[in-house]
């Protein structure tokens, strides 16, 4: 069965762990926004708290390291992004709720430049650890 696809309006967050972004150097790994099937989280129905309870509980431990933050991008800028770079790639986020992760979905289109990968990293807002209420 196809995904459904998320709004322009949408805003989505990605995981970021500690091998992805060196703090003391303001660092950021293009890896944070290169592959295929990139997974993100909607910000609709859960909340920052409830999304950083699930990717600890899901993704500490990872061979990334922990989760030391999240970046939140809108939906349509990801795909304006996309649309406008050098090597211009229409660009969709489609809900896959997860057992564990309700709001999980995923951007199917394979982001291979590092290039366009950190103009996207740039575009986030970055929130830090929240702890659990």
């Known amino acids: 069965m196809p995904r459904v696809e998320c709004s322009p309006e949408e805003n989505v967050v990605r995981a970021i762990h500690s091998a992805q972004w060196d703090r003391a150097k303001d660092r950021k790994s293009s890896a944070i926004f290169t592959g295929k099937d990139i997974s993100v989280s909607r910000l609709y129905g859960l909340g920052l708290r409830e999304l950083f309870a699930i990717f600890h509980e899901q993704l500490d431990g990872s061979p990334n390291g922990t989760i030391i933050a999240v970046g939140e991008i809108n939906v349509g800028e990801l795909q304006r ?12 986020v489609e809900q896959d709720p997860q057992e564990g992760n309700p709001a999980h979905a995923v951007i199917p289109q394979e982001i291979k430049k590092r290039g366009l990968a950190r103009v996207i990293i740039e575009a986030l807002i ?6 659990a209420t």
């Not at 996309?82 to 969709?92: A, D, F, K, P, V």
């Not at 970055?126 to 702890?131: K, N, R």
């Open 81 to 92: 992004i996309g649309r406008e770079h050098q090597y211009s790639i229409e660009l969709t």
């Open 126 to 131: 970055i929130h830090g650890d929240l702890p």
